[in-house]
């Protein structure tokens, strides 16, 4: 009776360290992600609030 609870704890912990290895390795990419994005919509601002010649 003590198999499964004993399965689904181990595969609980390899879940949840899969899930922190993968925000670990990839917080990186999503900063630059982040910053990337920001940069675009600031330029995208700034087109829109130049003034027409």
């Known amino acids: 009776m003590r198999a ?3 399965q689904s704890m ?3 912990a390899v879940v ?3 899930i922190l290895g993968f925000t ?3 917080w990186p990419f999503l ?3 982040l ?3 920001h940069r675009y919509f600031q330029s ?3 087109i ?3 003034p027409v010649p």
């Open 4 to 6: 499964p609870r004993g």
């Open 10 to 12: 181990v595969e609980y």
């Open 16 to 18: 949840a360290a899969a």
């Open 24 to 26: 670990v390795l990839g």
């Open 31 to 33: 900063t630059q992600l």
């Open 35 to 37: 910053n990337a994005l």
């Open 44 to 46: 995208i601002y700034y």
């Open 48 to 50: 829109i609030q130049s």
